[in-house]
T-cell receptor, first 115, second 115 residues
Framework: AQTVTQSQPEMSVQEAETVTLSCTYDTSESNYYLFWYKQPPSRQMILVIR??????QNATENRFSVNFQKAAKSFSLKISDSQLGDTAMYFC????????????FGAGTRLTVKP | GAVVSQHPSRVICKSGTSVKIECRSL??????MFWYRQFPKQSLMLMAT?????????EQGVEKDKFLINHASLTLSTLTVTSAHPEDSSFYICSAGIDYHTEAFFGQGTRLTVV
């Protein structure tokens, strides 16, 4: 079974600063997909960034980037130039290659961006 | 991007009654949809996988007679909470993917309150 662990229940960062959210996972699969989702107070799940395990290059999306360490089974999210609108719950998620979009989520990290 | 619409967004029902939640893929066909439950300040827990034209697959510990899932068409899955009790109060979210290996698209969620 796959497990996803987020060891930081809460984090805070000053506006315009950089913050890194941690995620580790456990799997015996060789091909899989990793995601970071943002859940603002509206509760709508919003995809932040996606990484295919077979790609060595770390994914980036504007201010968001990941540090994917496959051997260590680590998938951290870096948010640069933090904005007030980044305040939300962030969930790390895992999906195996043949799992038909069935995702498993970590416990989440509540991020607060302070003005 | 693909849109998944969930309805209603909020519902209050009396203990002992049943309530139906709809999940629609608006611009794509989804042979599989997923239902999650989220308690306050917690992660998304997969309840069941909804399969078009066949029976849903329930996660361990989820009562299939309590949470009835019907996936009658390629764009609609419904979750019916039968004989609801206050402990069923929660936030329910559905998701669907266009095909394998892509992100899952989430509905807006339904906040169920049983009084």
């Amino acid at each position: 079974a796959q497990t996803v662990t987020q060891s930081q229940p809460e984090m805070s960062v000053q506006e315009a600063e950089t913050v890194t959210l941690s995620c580790t996972y456990d799997t015996s699969e060789s091909n899989y997909y990793l995601f970071w989702y943002k859940q603002p107070p509206s509760r709508q799940m919003i995809l932040v960034i996606r990484q295919e395990a077979y790609k060595q290059q770390n994914a980036t999306e504007n201010r968001f980037s990941v540090n994917f360490q496959k051997a260590a089974k680590s998938f951290s999210l870096k948010i640069s130039d933090s904005q007030l609108g980044d305040t939300a719950m962030y969930f790390c998620a895992f999906m195996t290659e043949n799992n038909n979009n069935d995702m498993r989520f970590g416990a989440g990290t509540r991020l607060t961006v302070k003005p | 991007g693909a849109v998944v619409s969930q309805h209603p967004s909020r519902v209050i029902c009396k203990s002992g009654t049943s309530v139906k939640i709809e999940c629609r893929s608006l611009d794509f066909q989804a042979t599989t949809m997923f239902w999650y439950r989220q308690f306050p300040k917690q992660s998304l827990m997969l309840m069941a996988t909804s399969n078009e034209g066949s029976k849903a697959t329930y996660e361990q510990g989820v009562e299939k007679d309590k949470f009835l899932i019907n996936h009658a068409s390629l764009t609609l899955s419904t979750l019916t909470v039968t004989s609801a009790h206050p402990e069923d109060s929660s936030f329910y979210i559905c998701s669907a993917g266009i095909d394998y290996h892509t992100e899952a698209f989430f509905g807006q969620g339904t906040r169920l309150t049983v009084v």
